[in-house]
């Protein structure tokens, strides 16, 4: 399974960005995808994570502000950021765990991660 993720950049405090994640591969199905971020100096840390029923968990610190959802049929998660903060600045990773259909236990893969700076 392959993790591509998309839609980093650079934009202004107060303005939005939108990552989006596909996952690629055969004989897979999702359990979960999110996103993890991490700052210079510091751990990873959970953004926000749903499951392919669709339930949610979203890191405090951008509760309100940012909105993950997925495509099933594109094995695709989408994070919406808005009001964004100089602290959101970091290099957020796309995850997703998965079972494959041939059995056997599940397995954890990571995106190439992808760099979002707020910054005036």
């Known amino acids: 399974v392959q993790l591509q993720a998309s839609g980093g950049g650079l934009v202004q405090p107060g303005g939005s960005l939108r990552l989006s994640c596909a996952a690629s591969g055969n004989n897979f199905r999702i359990i979960t995808m999110g996103w993890y971020r991490q700052a210079p100096g510091k751990q990873r840390e959970l953004v926000a994570i749903?499951?392919?029923?669709?339930?949610?968990n979203v890191a405090d610190s951008v509760k309100g502000r940012f909105t993950i959802s997925g495509d099933n049929a594109k094995n695709t998660v989408y994070l919406q950021m808005e009001s964004l903060k100089p602290e959101d600045t970091a290099v957020y990773y796309c995850?997703?765990?998965?079972?494959?259909?041939?059995?056997?236990?599940?397995?954890?893969?990571w995106g190439q991660g992808t760099l979002v700076t707020v910054s005036s």
């Open positions: 749903i499951t392919s029923g669709g339930s949610t």
């Open positions: 995850n997703a765990n998965v079972v494959m259909i041939t059995g056997g236990p599940g397995r954890n893969y």
